[in-house]
């Protein structure tokens, strides 16, 4: 069953004991409680009646509610009533519990009224009043630490059931209370531990006691511009004693003029403990001279006088006229307006001293000096413009000051000395006719005439009259060289000057005879005559033009000049003269003049005379064709004649062609003889070149095809102990490409080593792979197709020794083989077994082998001549001897192919070894005969590398069908030789290991 029935009376639990009495600004917290009832009872806060707060809890299981009251108590919460209520929904009425709170407060503020501030000896009041407080409090007075007491003290309700408490207090004030704190104070029981205070500083206002100027003591001279520090003090005073400077009874203040500088600053005021100061700083000037400053504090004041020395502070020049004329007498007054002390007056113009007469002075101001002067002038038109000078001197300052009076003197135009009579101008440039004029006014106009014409004064094309009368050309030509008149004029006159334009211009060369010619030995003058303005001694110079520096030395020959021609003479011409000259002439204007001219040395034809004797040689087997070549110098023009064995050549034979080409002083004749028979044509051929100045003549031998001859002049260039470089001089190739092998021992030890030289045509090599300290024997072959050249020459044979690896590295000494070399005392049996068997085979043979021997030198005659005509050889040969330049001394090689060079393939000749009847060194050491065909068959590939870099498209096709074979295996084809190592031997058994030289003339044709 649910029984209903109203909750019990609320009760409020107060915290503490006293029931109702709070202090402001406390938190209160209110906790009521209201037990039993069912269903619980309904809590709410009240305050005077009006709800605080609805909100509680409940405990079902002990049938109680609560409700919290959290509140600020404030001053305006006393005697209100807090109560709490309860009820449910059975009870019959509010149940109430209340509390009502007595609120405890201090004062919210206190104020003084009153002023603080009094002078000395006089009565301060003063009241001092609190706000509202609860319970009422007392208010006392301290001074310092010193308690006052009040005149009259009240109390008076206030708010929320406060008091008011005022205290009134009236005392006499004295100097040492100034500063002092003055403080009202509130207390209560009520609130011990809290105290309420309101504080004053009291200001007690008393004069200063003592004042004074501290500066320059009295007398004393300044020099104007002194800087001068002047100091007010005072001692006491309060207020702070205000310090005001003044002059002649005028308050002195400070000037802010943004364009002058500061003469006058003034100070603030200053306070160290208790004295007061302020500074009054001045630049000196005349109106400070015996000025009174004063400085005032209040009824106090203080006095200083000032002395200041100043110079002149004008000096002022008085004229009796302004228009003056030449003859015009003109009086100029000079007056000093004040300075301290008096000044000297002087005169003088342009630093002439002039003489002048002293006027009695005037009153001045600043309680200084005056002073005046005058002087007397006669004027001229010199002095117009001159300054006439007024000086004011003080002995005492060392000091002056100036004035001056510009003359201003009327006067008709005067060229100045200094007027510029000749103008130089260059061509195609400026020209500035200057004009230096005096005149007062200004000249109204400048006129200018050059030969009878006026020249317009607005400018023309080529001109422009400037303001100041000078005249401005451009584009100067030579045309415009002359005498230019001006003609000016002003108000006072006229007057005329001539100015002369002197134009220069670059030299130009008009004579200038190229060629030149002269005969050896003879002297001639290279003139050139040039078209120049300056004409200057020096301006002709002269240069030989040459590749080499030695070319352009003119030592020897003599340079003149005369006016506007140059003469380069020439003494006894000489060949090393002839070439091309210039002559330069610069006379500073730009660009300098060249001219080139050829001198010619006319002499009688030279022919070159190689050494050893010119050979050509060719094939005579009536098939091939050689070139004769024959050059000369000489000038004027070589004219060429042949002869064959001293016989007059028949040139209109077919066989024979002649061409002559003329390269300058260098001239070529080319003698072709087509169809070369050894018979006819293995002979003695001369040369002969003519010009009207003489003759001369060489001779070349046509020659058959054979082994090249030695190299000579081999000799060391360089030595290490590991190489030696060697230099020499190759021999005749026989008409064939030689190539260069190096046979060397080291004495003492058995057998031979070799090394090609590459390339193949070099005449330079270093021989490496040797062994320091060692002496070696070195053997030059020269080889080609058809042999080698034999070692029995001297010259292509060397002994040297390779320095030590202590030795310094160089180029030792060495010396020519003096013995030939040991020939074995026997022959070994194997070898004359070997030659007996081959004599048996070539029995058999020779006829076959003679034959085909016969066959293969016709078709390589065949393909020569027709690659020496497919090739044009006149187009090459003339292209050559275009380029050539003189090298006297030189030797000639020919080729029965072309002159022309060409770098040929370079085949190795490693394992060349001709099959020729060996000499007694090589008897002990056998070679093999494995790779002679392939340097004896003129291998495809070498050809073909020659025809890439100069042969014409089939010139060697006759070749290649002679000689197909393998690079790996070379043969002859087998259908035509049956054994081509018999060919070989019967070919090489017919040569003589003599020198090819020593053959009969009319036999050098044939090879069998």
Known sequence: MNVLFPPGPPVIEWPGLDEGHVRAGQSLELLCVSRGGNPPATLQWLKNGQPMSTAWGTEHAEAVARSMLVMIVRPEDHGARLSCEAHNSVSTGIQERGVTLQVTFPPSAITILGSASQSENKNVTLSCITKSSRPRVL????????????????????????????SNLTFLVRREDNGLTLTCEAFSEAFTKETFKKSLILNVKYPAQKLWIEGPPEGQRLRAGTRVRLVCLAIGGNPDPSLTWFKDSRAVTEPRPPQEPRRVQLGSLEKSGSTFSRELVLITGPSDNQAKFTCKAGQLSASTQLVVQFPPTNVTILANASALRPGDALNLTCVSVSSNPPVNLSWDKEGERLESVAIPPRSAPFKGSAAARSVLLRMSSRDHGHRVTCRAHSTELRETMSAFYRLNVLYPPEFLGEQVLVVTAVEQGEALLPVSVSANPAPEAFNWTFRGYRLSPAGGP?????????????????????????HCQNSEGTAEALVRLDVHYAPTIRVLQDPTEVNIGGSVDIVC?????PILPGMFNWERLGEEEEDHSLDDMEKMSKGSTGRLRIHHAKLDQAGAYQCIVDNGVAPPARGLVRLVVRFAPQVEHPTPLTKVAAAGDSTS??????????????????????????????????????????????????????????????????????????????????????????????????????????????????????????????????????????????????????RYRVWLLASNALGDSGLMDKGSQISVTTP????????????????????PSGLPLMPVLFAVGGLLLLSNISCVGGFLWQRRLRRLAEGISEKTEAGSEEDRVRNEYEDSQWTGGQDTQSSMVSTTDVEPYYHSMKDFSPQLPPTLEEVSYPRGLTHLEEDMAFPGHLYDEVEKLNAPSGAWGPLYDEVPMGLCDPCWPEETYEDTRGIYDQVAGNFDPMETDSLPFELRGHLV
């Open 139 to 166: 208010l006392r007075w301290w001074l310092g630490w010193r308690q006052l007491l009040p005149t009259e003290d009240m109390v008076m309700d206030g708010l929320h059931g406060g008091h008011i408490s005022m």
């Open 462 to 486: 080529r001109h422009r009259i400037l303001s100041g009368g000078a005249l401005q050309l451009w584009n100067v030509t030579r045309a415009d060289d002359g005498l230019y008149q001006l």
């Open 529 to 533: 005559t040039v078209d120049a303005n």
């Open 625 to 774: 064709s050689a070139t004769l070549h024959c050059r000369a110098r000489g000038v004027p023009n070589i004219v060429f004649t042949w002869t064959k064995n001293g016989v007059a050549l028949d040139l209109q034979d077919p066989r024979y062609t002649e061409h002559t080409y003329h390269q300058g002083m260098v001239h070529s004749s080319l003698l072709t003889i087509a169809n070369v028979s050894a018979a006819q044509d293995y002979a003695l051929f001369t040369c002969t070149a003519t010009n009207p100045l003489g003759s001369d003549r060489t001779n070349i031998q046509l020659v058959s095809i054979s082994r090249p001859d030695p190299p000579t002049g081999l000799k060391v260039m360089s030595m290490t102990p590991y190489s030696v470089g060697l230099e020499w001089k190759p021999g005749f190739d026989g008409g064939l490409p030689q190539r260069f092998q190096i046979r060397y021992e080291a004495l003492g030890t058995p057998g031979f080593l070799y090394m090609d030289v590459l390339p193949p045509q070099a005449t330079t090599f270093t021989l490496t792979g040797l062994q320091p300290s060692t």
């Open 804 to 823: 030590g690896l202590d030795q310094p590295s160089g180029q030792p000494d060495y010396q020519l083989p003096t013995e030939q070399p040991t020939r």
